[in-house]
C-alpha cells in the first residue's frame, strides 16, 4: 500500500478516534455493563427475583381466567401474561389489551395485574394507555444504565441516531487501524508495561485493537444497525414499499397476526401450553405469553422463549386447544437468510447467546473497546506535547486530560454510585417510586465530577481520587446489604446476589489497589527499594 494512502488512513484514524474518544467510551462503557443488566443484575437488584421460583402452569392458567371475567369484554382481545424472569418483569404481570380504546382515552389502552411471584397475591394495578404502562414500569440501577447505552436518555430519534453513528465510527476506526498496523502478528504481542507510561499507552492500544478487532467491527456494525434501523431503515422501507405507511408495513411482516373470532366457546389450554414448551425446550426461558380470542374456538397462543439451543429469541405457535403449530424467529415465519442475520443482531451485540461465560467475555471486551478510543486520544496528546516542536502546552494538556477524567471516569463514578444507591432504595422506597431517583444521581454524580475537573489543577491526583471513589462506592455494596438485611446472601437460592456482591467487593478493592499503585510515595518506595 502506497505511504500517501497510509498517511490518508492514519488521519482518517486519528481524527475519527479523537472526536468520538469520549463518547465512545460512555457508550461502550455502558455497554459492557449492560450485558449483564439482564438478568444478572436484574435479579440482584429485585428481591422477588432472588428465589428460586416455578409458578405452577395450572396457577396461571387459573389467574388469567379469574381476571379475564373482571374486565369488560373489549380488553380480552389480547392477553399478554410477563413472567418474572428478570429479563423484563420481576413481578407476574397479567396485561389485558383493547386495541380500540374506551370512552376515557382514544388510543390503546390496557388493564394490568401485577402479583408476587411466590405468594402470588396481588401488588400492583394499572389502567390507562398503553404506552404510559410500559414506559413506567419499575426500573433498577442495571437496566438504567441499560436503557442509558441504548439512546443516552435522549430518546427517539436523536439519541438512537447518535448512538448508531457512533457505531459506524468504531467501525472505521478499527478497520482504519488494522490497515496503518502492518506489523500485526508482531504488535499482537507487544505490551512493554515497564518501559515508561507513553510506551505502555501505546501498546496497550495495539494490542487492545487488534485481538478486539473481530469484536469491536461486530459490536460496531450490530450497533449501528440496532441504532438506525427503527428511525432510518424502516422508515425507507415504508417508503419505498409502503408509500410511507409504517403501521402497514409493520402490519404486513408482524410475526402474530389477528385471529377471527368465531364466538364459539372452546377454553384455552394455556397450562399445557405451557407444559408442553417447558418439555421441548428444557433449556430455554419463557418470557411471556400472548393469549389471543381467548377461550374462543380460534385461540391462538405465542410464546417467547429465550436460551436453549436457538441464539436469538424464539416464537412458539400453539392453537388454543394446546396443538402445537411450529416454532419461529421474533420476525414471524418470514424466509431469508436477510431475517436469519437480523434476528441474531441483538443477541450477539449483547453476548446473550451462550451462557455467562461468553458474556464476562463479552464484559472484558467491552472494556478494552472502551479504552481504545481513549488511549489513542492519549497518544494523540502526548505527540504533540512531547514532540520536538509541541503544539500543546503542559497547561493545556493538563486541561485536556482533566476532561477525559472528568466525562469519562465521571461516568464509571455515577454508574457504581448507582449500586449502593439501589440498596438504599430497596430498603427505603416501595416498587417503581425507584424510577424517580435513578437519573437525578446518575447525572448530578456524573456533571459534579464534570465541574470539579475546571478546579482540579493536578490531573494525576484528579484520576487517584476519581479511581478511590469508585473503589469505594463498590467496597460500600456487600456491607450495605448485609446491614439493611434486603438481601440475604446466606441463602442457597441467592448465589447469583452473593457472587455479585463479591464481585462489587474484588472490583472495587482493585480500584483502591490502582490508587496505591499509582500514589507518589509509592513510586518513591519502588525506587528507594531498588536502590
Known sequence: MKSITLKKLFLLHSWVGVVTAILLFIVAFTGALAVLARPELKIWANQSLQQAQQIPNAKITELVNMYHKKVPEAFGENIHVFMPTGHNFHLLALVFESHHGDE??????????????????????????????????????????????????????????????????????????????????????????????????????KVMGIWGSIFNIVIGFSGAFLGLATVILLPAAAFVSFGGDQDKLIETFTAIPEPVISTVHQPTNISGILTDAQQRFPDAVILDATVMAHNDANAQVYLRLLGGEAVASQLLHYSGNGDYVTSMSSFGDIAGISIKVIEILFPLHFGNFAGLFVKMLWVLLGLSCALMPLSGMMMWLAKRTRSSNPTLSQLAYSRWNRLIIGSCGGLVLACFVLFPVQIILNFAVEGAKHNAYFGPVFFYSWLMWIVTALFWVNHKRYFRVTLLLCGLALISVLPLNMLLGVNNVLNLNSVLVAVTDVCFLFVGAVCIWGVIKTSPEHKVAIGVEAV
Do not use: C
Not at 376515557?104 to 394507555?129: C, D, I, K, M, W
Not at 404506552?131 to 442495571?142: E, F, G, L, P, V
Not at 435522549?154 to 476506526?173: A, E, K
Open 104 to 205: 376515557q382515552y382514544q388510543q390503546e389502552v390496557l388493564r394490568a395485574f401485577e402479583f408476587n411471584p411466590h405468594s402470588l397475591e396481588l401488588v400492583n394495578t394499572y389502567y390507562g394507555p398503553s404506552k404510559a404502562y410500559y414506559a413506567n414500569k419499575k426500573t433498577d440501577a442495571a437496566s438504567y444504565i441499560g436503557e442509558f447505552h441504548a439512546d443516552l436518555h435522549l430518546g427517539r430519534p436523536i439519541g438512537l441516531i447518535l448512538t448508531g453513528f457512533l457505531g459506524l465510527t468504531l467501525l472505521v476506526s478499527t478497520v482504519t487501524g488494522l490497515f496503518i498496523h502492518r506489523k500485526l502478528i508482531k504488535e499482537m504481542f507487544s505490551f512493554r508495561w515497564r518501559k515508561g507510561f507513553d510506551v505502555t499507552i501505546s501498546d496497550g492500544h
